[in-house]
């Protein structure tokens, strides 16, 4: 480790940043050994907002390794209040969060309860430094949150500016205080004599967790890039079905049976997972696809859907030819011995050196083989690019390496194409993928030893859930379509809900050929397309658990919110929402409230919405919506779409005795129509639909029920108003 002495040589500038500028001062040390340090802080002008950056020079005359860079040490940051009341998170892996009066395992012992949940041996060494072996440390990469007082209080650290390399954020938690460490991870990169290299930038944001979180990744999509121009996706993927099991057959009969539903589940995409090759490495088709892609990609079109295949185009096995015949293709450690290795396919997978010139053009020999096959839509997993590795290319960070990577998938996979990126919530992706997988296996399960399951998604989907289709767009991965294996209804509905109101990515992989029952159906077609607003975690900044996500439509007909609500516990319990925490929402009643799943509606006066007895396990999916002066027809929901009429209510008009309401296309084609109103409505006509019923469920609450809506027709329902 080497520490700057002596008296800095102290400069200061004003410098552009993002939504505005700053003064920066700059403190440059030359060191006894020839290395000169570069240490910046800069203030901005508009906002509470501090950055911190750092360079280093090698004026030595001989070649050197980088490390890592030190940008800051807080010796001791003291928190107001009990410590229970600071919750310390981060964004995506959320194993190490938890308020600062909890004592967590340590981070090598949650890797080795983690590992035997897999039933799998550690596939790596497990670090010796107290970082891994101390639990008071929690150790985060690029982002860190720290709140109290319903995350209106607090701060956010996060890597923002040019993206140069991960941050690893390191604070040791002591009754009362924190010790902040943070540094750029350079990976041994090699610099030559008289150059300078740069640490990544981080910022500090001294505002609340909703506002701190939306600057953040807006301030990355301006250095970093965005793609969220693409829609997004509707569709299947195989691997929660049959898992490696998938069969040529399996593929071929839900594209029939989606090329049948299409009027219900219009999938934009059908894809292929994990189990069609003989294993990673060759990507030959094994015996169960011996009729090849050409008539699995031909149905898949003719379903209307675009083909999408899984490939983990880094991993390697090493029964294959490519690993025998190139080992200098593979990721090495300072040792030259093989960084890194996986048994997901058996006994064992090495990982490509993705900055290996002959490795990158089998990289891009695979993607352009799987484009001519007719491919459109690529789900790229196991991205690993291992934490002791020294790449090929020794000028390159592990960020830089991860970046060149995925600049090389975009470039084959050309600007049309979709591309998924399966790795978590990284900044390696940013600017190339379309979607972001950011969060482990939904498994239909609630809870398991390992992070495959639901309780895990919740906490991932929900700490993500800022970056969506601003980044680019959030893939929460698979939902079902009813209660399947271990989940129970409740347990169904939640999770169902929170990927609704997300309104990423929304996948299935029920084998529809096998489930067409039209209860079925509709649990997918009330999430397509997805919610026209993304859902945010409302009180993110200190609930571990991300249990409320929602969003604020604003339309011309009025402002309202829409939101679910979970019950991580295994007991009912009562749950209550500050509507402050809806921004654009008056927080002065009176109000509605009307309920998803149960088509229950109440007022309420604010600023609080109650929920009593939500079951374990169990949600609510709620419409907030203010009460108007006077006495006029208002929309208070819906259940032909999860969003409650954000997504299907294209227009909504009250006038002298008149009401009409113009539907989009979104959502199923059946079910019901909420309108409070303290008089007589009744129908005067319907366009591109059927009624069912309307009646009076309660006083002043009228359903209207309806069915065979017709896609790509005009769709408008006219119901005369008379006062009571």
């Not at 859930?465 to 379509?481: A, E, H, K, M, W």
């Not at 779409?641 to 113009?662: K, M, N, P, Q, Y």
């Not at 129509?673 to 609450?701: H, K, N, R, V």
Request: glycine residues 8%.
């Amino acid at each position: 480790m080497l520490l700057p002495t002596g008296q800095p040589l102290i400069s200061t500038s004003i410098r552009t940043l993002f939504a505005g500028s700053g003064k920066q001062t700059s403190f440059r040390w030359r060191t006894d050994t020839g290395i000169a340090i570069d240490w910046r802080i800069t203030l901005h002008d508009r906002l509470p907002v501090a950055l911190v950056s750092a360079s280093l020079g090698n004026l030595t005359g001989q070649a050197i390794r980088l490390k890592s860079i030190g940008l800051l040490t807080a010796p001791r940051l003291a928190c107001a209040g009990h410590p229970s009341q600071w919750h310390l998170s981060t964004l995506g892996d959320t194993a190490r969060a938890g308020n600062l009066a909890e004592t967590l395992p340590s981070l090598n012992q949650q890797t080795i309860e983690r590992w035997e949940g897999y039933k799998m041996p550690i596939p790596f060494e497990l670090p010796t430094d107290e970082f891994h072996t101390d639990g008071t440390w929690r150790c985060f990469r690029d982002f860190l949150t720290l709140y109290s007082d319903a995350g209106k209080r607090g701060l956010t650290i996060a890597a923002v500016g040019d993206p140069v390399s991960f941050v690893d954020l390191r604070c040791k938690c002591d009754p009362g205080t924190l010790r902040l460490e943070a540094s750029a991870e350079m990976n041994d990169i090699l610099i030559p004599p008289g150059q300078w290299r740069d640490a990544q930038e981080i910022a500090i944001f001294a505002m609340p967790y909703a506002e701190a979180l939306d600057l953040t990744m807006r301030w990355l999509a301006s250095t970093h890039g965005s793609r969220t121009a693409k829609q997004p996706p509707v569709g299947w993927c195989s691997w929660y079905s049959k898992y490696d099991k998938i069969t040529a057959e399996d593929v071929l009969l839900v594209a029939d049976a989606a090329a049948k539903e299409r009027v219900r589940i219009p999938l934009d995409c059908i894809q292929i997972d994990d189990g069609f090759q003989k294993t990673v490495g060759d990507w030959s088709l094994k015996d169960t696809f011996s009729c090849g892609w050409k008539p699995i990609i031909e149905r898949i079109k003719a379903a209307g859907s675009t083909p999408g295949i899984w490939l983990a185009p880094l991993a390697v096995h090493e029964s294959t030819d490519i690993f025998k015949s190139h080992p200098d293709w593979f990721q090495r450690d300072a040792k030259g011995e093989f960084a890194g290795e996986a048994g997901n396919w058996g006994p064992r997978a090495r990982w490509l050196d993705p900055t290996q010139p002959a490795a990158r053009q089998f990289l891009r020999q695979l993607i352009r083989s799987c484009r001519a096959e007719g491919f459109e839509y690529f789900k790229i997993d196991f991205n690993t690019l291992s934490d002791n590795a020294r790449f090929h290319d020794n000028s390159l960070t592990r960020l830089q390496a991860y970046r060149s990577l995925y600049a090389l998938y975009r470039e084959e996979i050309g600007e049309a194409g979709y591309l998924l990126s399966c790795s978590g919530f990284t900044r390696g992706t940013i600017g190339f993928a379309d979607g972001s997988r950011i969060g482990p296996d939904s498994n239909a399960m609630w809870y398991a030893p390992h992070p495959c399951c639901l309780a895990a998604c919740f906490k991932a989907v929900g700490s993500t859930s800022f970056s969506n289709r601003i980044l680019y767009t959030n893939d929460p991965d698979v939902t079902y379509l009813g209660t399947t294996w271990a989940l129970t209804i409740d347990e169904w509905r939640s999770w169902h809900s929170y990927v609704g109101i997300l309104g990423g990515l929304t996948m299935i992989s029920d084998l529809i050929d096998k489930s067409p029952a039209a209860e079925r159906l509709r649990a997918f077609e009330i999430l397509t397309p997805p919610a026209p607003e993304p859902g945010r975690s409302l009180r993110g900044g200190i609930d571990p658990e991300h249990c409320e996500l929602g969003f604020v439509a604003r339309r011309p007909w009025g402002t309202s919110a829409t939101l679910t609500a979970y019950n991580p516990t295994a007991l009912p319990r009562d749950w209550a929402l500050d509507l402050c925490l809806l921004p654009g929402l008056p927080t002065e009643g009176p109000f509605f409230a009307w309920s998803f799943w149960d088509e229950t509606c109440w007022k309420f006066d604010g600023p609080a919405l109650h929920v009593h007895a939500m079951p374990t396990h169990g949600c609510s999916v709620l419409r907030i919506s203010p009460v108007p002066p006077g006495n006029e027809p208002v929309f208070i929901g819906s259940t032909l779409h999860i969003s409650c009429g954000a997504a299907e209510l294209a227009d909504f008009r009250s006038t002298e005795g008149l009401v009409e309401l113009v539907l989009s296309d979104a959502g199923a084609r059946e079910g019901a129509i909420f309108i409070a109103y303290q008089g007589t409505l009744a129908l005067q006509s319907l366009t591109g639909m059927e009624l069912d019923a309307l009646q009076q469920t309660s006083p002043g609450i009228w359903r209207l029920a309806i069915k065979n809506r017709q896609r790509k027709h005009a769709q408008i329902i006219k119901l005369s108003s008379r006062h009571s």
